[in-house]
């Protein structure tokens, strides 16, 4: 049996800085309580209220989870490979957008189709239900919480741009390409819009 889909990456989309900072602290000292007490105190994490760091320290830490050593390392680097590492490991963790990713946007730009909007989406979430029907318990408000989000999260990618509502595959480092080509992760060169696919 499939796993059911997480959507909790509604609490906050990709968390580019807040994830950067947590992958800094946990390089220098790899111990999760003490991460968790400076998130809670507001030494590590800027967020203004305590519920808000809490949440966020949460999703990053089991994002974490999914993660291999090389791209926690990417995480806290500078800005492109730290946000394309993270979104990679994030359509690892969120099953729902790595599926997205290789079903309707590898297919556009094959096809040669630049644009996204909300019936993409949309008819991409009604194929879904027929292999995973526990969909059709989410709420309409639930549902266009995780299509704005998601497309925000291809946004902090750089892979959409809301303004044009246009997609296009991000330009890749070359270390992240050979990092990921020698672990092995051709799903995550697939959800960067890299390679053949499965």
């Known amino acids: 049996m499939q796993k059911a889909y997480k959507f909790s990456f509604v609490a906050g989309g990709l968390l580019l ?27 590590l994490l800027r967020t203004t209220r305590a519920s808000s760091r809490s949440r966020y320290f949460l999703e990053i830490r089991r994002r974490f989870r999914a993660a291999s050593p090389f791209e926690i390392a990417f995480l806290a680097t500078e800005a492109e490979l730290s946000r ?40 991409f979430f009604q194929r879904k239900i027929q292999e995973r029907p526990e969909l059709e318990t989410l709420s309409d408000s639930t549902r266009v919480k995780v299509k704005t989000v998601l497309f925000r999260m291809l946004a902090e990618a750089g892979i959409y741009d809301p303004s044009t509502k246009t ?23 697939v959800h960067l819009l890299v390679g053949e696919g499965k």
């Open 167 to 189: 997609i296009a595959a991000p330009r890749l480092p070359e270390v992240l390409v050979t990092a990921y080509q020698h672990a092995g992760d051709s799903d995550a060169l």
């Open 17 to 43: 800085p807040e994830t950067a900072a947590v992958a800094r602290r946990y390089l220098e000292q790899p111990a999760w309580d003490l991460i968790r007490r400076e998130v809670e105190v507001g030494e």
């Open 84 to 123: 394309l590492a993270n979104f990679a490991i994030c359509c690892r963790y969120y099953q729902f957008l790595g599926d997205f990713m290789v079903e309707v946007l590898r297919d556009k730009l094959r096809l040669g189709d630049h644009t996204l909007g909300n019936v993409d989406f949309y008819s």
